[in-house]
């Protein structure tokens, strides 16, 4: 079964993306800031990250995805931003950080799968 590290600081998003994710056969480890993200992710190592932008805590999304692509052993898996956070230049900036995707919100379920 492939983990999936669901990173949003939304209760309700984070609950409906889990949920969603899990009823299509995915194991979610859900987490409320970037914090508990990067806690998560070493122990974890799951197999995608759906991240947030905003900051909630000690890191933003963007500081998160810096963290996972500066360890070797992380720096492989695939990173999405879900986010309502929609300027150039916060796209821009997660694409050049090493961003797989940037979605959007509000996004529907069959885009996030």
Excluded: W
Excluded at 12 to 20: G, I, K
Excluded at 63 to 76: D, E, H, I
């Amino acid at each position: 079964m492939k983990k999936i590290l669901v990173i949003e600081e939304n209760a309700q998003t984070r609950s409906l993306f889990s949920e969603c994710l899990t009823a299509k056969g995915f194991h979610a480890i859900a987490t409320e800031n970037g914090t508990v993200g990067i806690q998560q992710l070493q122990k974890q190592l799951p197999d995608l990250i759906v991240c947030g932008v905003t900051r909630v805590g000690e890191f933003d999304g963007f500081g998160v995805l810096s963290a996972v692509r500066r360890n070797p052993t992380t720096a492989v898996i695939p990173f999405i931003f879900v986010t309502s956070r929609i300027s150039r230049d916060d796209i821009r900036k997660g694409m050049e950080l090493g961003a797989d995707d940037y979605l959007t919100k509000p996004c529907t379920v069959k885009e996030l799968l």
